[in-house]
C-alpha cells in the first residue's frame, strides 16, 4: 500500500522530532511579555434594554411591544391547538 507507507514515514519522522533542552524555558520566559488578549464582554438583550443612553419612552415602547408580541404568541399557539 502506497498511502500506507507514507503515513509510516511521516509517523516515524514525527516520532523522531527533537527537542532543544532549553525550548521550555524560553516558552516560560515569554509567558509573562505578551500582553493578554482584550475581550469584549457582548451584553446580553436585557442589558441592551436597560442601557442608560436609552430614553424612558424607548424602554417602554420596548417593553410594551415585547408584550404584545408574547400575547400574541400565546394566541397563535391556542388558535392553533384548539383547531385540532
Not at 521550555?24 to 438583550?45: K, L, S, T, Y
Amino acid at each position: 500500500m502506497k498511502h500506507d507507507d507514507a503515513y509510516q514515514n511521516w509517523v516515524q519522522a514525527k516520532r523522531e522530532t527533537i527537542v532543544r533542552p532549553d525550548f521550555a524555558d524560553g516558552v516560560m520566559r515569554r509567558i509573562g511579555h505578551e500582553p493578554a488578549p482584550v475581550r469584549r464582554r457582548i451584553q446580553p438583550e436585557a442589558q441592551r434594554v436597560e442601557r442608560p443612553g436609552l430614553s424612558a419612552w424607548l424602554r417602554i415602547a420596548a417593553v410594551i411591544l415585547a408584550s404584545v408580541l408574547g400575547f400574541g404568541r400565546i394566541l397563535l399557539t391556542l388558535h392553533v391547538l384548539l383547531s385540532v
